[in-house]
């Protein structure tokens, strides 16, 4: 099996005391907070190297579906859940807490078609290079 290789992009930014981010994954994050009940004050995005990954075919080519990263800090704790935006709605992968890094793996996640969808070892790679390095997720000051 290849190496998963990704980078983690940061989205939210604070100027004067407000916190903003790319218009389309901070929407995303919001509508999923609402739904689920959690409020989230972490944000980043999932660039791979593997074009395929969380894409479906479409009109001879692949979507441009973001995957996300949405988190919340608490004082004692932080929770972690990876989604793909599908634009229309979002396909929870996973979630966990860092205080016993127990990944919890989605149902859903599964039975979607995409063209090439991320292991239950990628995510782990993924959950626990994020809980070794949170400030990956650190909120940028413009």
Request: with cysteine; net charge negative.
């Amino acid at each position: 099996m290849e190496k998963l290789n990704y980078r983690i992009q940061s989205l939210l930014s604070e100027k004067d005391g407000k916190i903003s981010g790319p218009m389309s994954p901070m929407l995303f994050a919001e509508e999923m907070a609402k739904s689920s009940g959690v409020k989230f004050n972490r944000l980043a995005r999932l660039w791979f190297d593997d074009d395929r990954i969380n894409q479906c075919h479409e009109d001879g080519g692949l979507t441009g579906h973001d995957t996300l990263l949405i988190g919340t800090m608490y004082d004692n704790d932080f929770l972690l859940t990876l989604w793909v935006d599908l634009g229309t709605s979002g396909v929870p992968i996973a979630m966990a807490y860092l205080s016993d890094k127990d990944i919890q793996f989605t149902e859903v996640y599964p039975k979607h078609h995409f063209a090439r969808k991320l292991t239950e070892a990628e995510v782990k790679e993924v959950f626990e290079a994020v809980f070794a390095d949170l400030s990956q997720l650190d909120i940028k000051n413009d």
